[in-house]
């Protein structure tokens, strides 16, 4: 996916389109609470700021297709909480 919107990022520039990846790590939702049932706080502590919210990746997309982020293509956005790096 990261490849095809850098590609795309590239070849839609010139139509003023920009492209962009945000790429989320664990995120608190029901199916992450179900799939790591009692272990989710195990988990949660090994995150630098421990598990993200649906709003963070909310907010990375609204950057993203608002005016601020106008000048950004061919981007990925790691919502991750510093779990990885890229």
């Known amino acids: 996916m990261v ?3 850098q590609t795309l990022a590239f ?3 010139e139509f003023g389109v920009t492209v962009n990846t945000v790429s989320p790590g664990m995120i608190e939702t029901d199916m992450l609470r179900q799939g790591f049932g009692d272990k989710l706080a195990d988990v949660a502590s090994r995150i630098p700021l421990g598990l993200g919210q649906p709003r963070d ?6 950057f993203l297709a608002g ?3 106008r000048h950004v293509t ?6 991750n ?3 990885y790096h890229r």
Request: hydrophobic letters at 55%.
């Open 3 to 5: 490849g095809l919107a």
């Open 11 to 13: 070849t839609a520039s």
């Open 57 to 62: 990746v909310a907010e990375a997309v609204a």
């Open 67 to 69: 005016d601020a982020g």
């Open 74 to 79: 061919g981007a990925t956005i790691d919502v």
């Open 81 to 83: 909480g510093g779990l």
